[in-house]
């Protein structure tokens, strides 16, 4: 990790970073400069000589540990609430707004790193975190030095790690640190998955990045519990393309396509899975679970046929706005990136085929909200039909989230499967089976009420619906019902590694939960 720090005196940092962090007011008792060695949101990480963020939060609030962040070793607090005690040998910078402070002070801290990186942002409601993997591959494929940070890892020049931050797009301070260490470790790229909440000014946690290229994969119903209308989300992505420093690639199947052009001042470039017209366009897709083929126009007007490893026909949309971004980056021919696309690797949590042994299919998708149920069941169903085998599915949805999708979620899933089994994903402080009641009552829609949208009959209580809060017994319920050729589709918790409760966090891997399950049912692979 590349070292840096600050020296700070009363008059804090420079004029413009004050500006932009909001200072209002600093005190301090200090003469004489102060070294402050890291930046920290958590009053458990201070360290001798750090600089402490108090932030307001829902169920904490950072403010309360600011005497424990002094007794740890902080020199420097930034808070947005009076403060009535005032510490000797420590400054204490009061701004407008604490966590949008972090941002152009951790920028400044570590010497705006992404100055010194081309980064590439990616954002839309789904496909985000595979497309950023895509990018990254291509990029290191084609001999550039690249790293990149997402929902499921990220890779600061160092070897693809974990993402222990719970977070799509983790807080100012961890986004510059790790793009420093990029720059340290000799990186030229950075692709970096830029969430709706990363990129809002609420948060403003990717407000100091500076973006060369930015990519929209999709945008539709999600997170309208922060953002507040489905409006202001859309708005809150597209500050990514009014950011651009060189280039945008926008999805035009995609309703919102001519509103994130519009937002930028820079040439975008567009795909299509769907036959419309654009610099990639694709009218026919051949999919499998071992991966998709296909054969894509191009603007110059020829064609060029593509084979990718990718399970989910969705997955095509996703490797068209790779290709052409990596293209228009490194000013090279379509055709010259295609041919490294059958070597790239799907995301873990991302259309995982479990393979146990058993008769049946098993998957693994992280897919969350009602669009991206809309994209991974069609093409599912469809090839069952024709063998008149079952989907079951197995899903639940986030507490203290989004409520409006929760029935949507179950009318979809109802329409596309046999069987449902809903269970628990991250209820945080909300009542786990109220939750499941919510997504029910989509799922118990009676026939005719939605003709008009293609409904078919309702679940039944525990028929072919059944409410089951603790995961690990839902995914075992599922198993036990499948029979040779069905499909079960445990969806939502993807590649995460915890289910969060009310008061604890329970470590929780479904890949894993899966295999288990498989296993205690006697499916066990031959040597």
């Not at 808070?79 to 972090?102: C, N, P, T, W």
Request: aromatic share 8%.
């Amino acid at each position: 990790m590349t070292e840096n720090f600050f020296r700070i005196t009363k008059d804090f940092l420079d004029t413009s970073t004050m500006e932009k962090a909001g200072v209002v007011k600093v005190h301090t008792d200090l003469e004489s400069p102060v070294k402050i060695i890291s930046l920290e949101y958590d009053s458990r990480k201070v360290k001798k000589g750090s600089l402490y963020f108090a932030l307001p939060g829902n169920n904490f609030d950072g403010h309360d540990y600011i005497p424990d962040a002094i007794n740890k070793g902080a020199l420097a607090v930034v808070h947005q609430k009076e403060i009535d005690e005032f510490k000797k040998g420590v400054l204490y910078i009061r701004v407008k707004d604490s966590r949008y402070a972090m941002s152009p002070i951790s920028a400044s801290f570590h010497d705006h790193p992404s100055h010194r990186l081309k980064v590439i942002g990616v954002t839309g409601t789904e496909g985000k975190s595979t497309t950023v993997y895509l990018i990254y591959q291509l990029l290191k494929r084609l001999g550039k030095k690249a790293g990149f940070i997402s929902t499921v890892q990220w890779d600061d020049g160092r070897g693809e790690q974990w993402n222990q931050e719970h977070q799509t797009t983790p807080e100012a301070t961890v986004i510059h640190r790790l793009l420093t260490d990029m720059c340290g470790n000799g990186l030229e790229y950075a692709v970096v998955e830029s969430s709706s909440h990363g990129l809002s000014k609420k948060t403003n946690r990717l407000g100091d990045v500076e973006f060369h290229a930015g990519v929209m994969t999709n945008v539709n119903h999600d997170h309208l519990e922060f953002h507040g209308s489905w409006e202001q989300y859309r708005s809150d992505k597209a500050e990514l393309f009014r950011s651009l420093k060189s280039f945008g690639v926008v999805n035009s199947d995609d309703p919102s396509a001519d509103y994130f052009t519009a937002a930028a001042n820079h040439k975008c470039y567009s795909f299509s899975t769907s036959g419309n017209e654009a610099d990639m366009s694709v009218k026919l897709i051949q999919s499998t679970t071992a991966g998709n083929w296909y054969d894509a126009d191009v603007s110059a007007g020829s064609s060029v046929s593509i084979r990718d490893k990718l399970p989910g026909a969705f997955n095509a949309g996703n490797v068209l706005a790779a290709v052409l971004t990596v293209s228009k980056l490194l000013s090279i021919s379509i055709e010259e990136i295609i041919s490294h696309v059958p070597f790239l690797k799907p995301v873990r949590g991302r259309m995982n085929i479990i393979m146990q042994g058993q008769p049946f299919e098993v998957l693994v998708d992280y897919a969350h909200t009602p669009s991206s149920f809309e994209i991974i069941f069609p093409p599912l169903r469809e090839r069952l039909n024709s063998s008149g085998r079952k989907i079951i599915s197995v899903f639940g949805s986030a507490g203290e989230r989004d409520t409006e999708k929760r029935p949507l979620q179950g009318r979809i899933a109802a329409r596309y499967s046999d069987i449902i089994i809903l269970c628990d994903e991250d209820p945080r402080g909300e009542n786990p089976m109220s939750i499941l009641e919510d997504i029910a009552v989509g799922c118990e829609t009676p026939s005719g009420c939605e003709a008009d949208q293609g409904f078919e009959a309702a679940m039944t209580r525990d028929e072919n619906l059944f409410l089951i809060t603790d995961r690990p017994t839902a995914v075992r319920k599922a198993v036990s019902l499948a029979r040779g050729g069905d499909l079960v589709l445990l969806l939502g918790k993807g590649h995460e590694n915890s289910i969060i409760y009310s008061k604890e966090t329970v470590k929780y891997d479904e890949i894993r939960e899966a295999e288990q399950a498989l296993k205690e049912a006697g499916y066990c692979l031959q040597p």
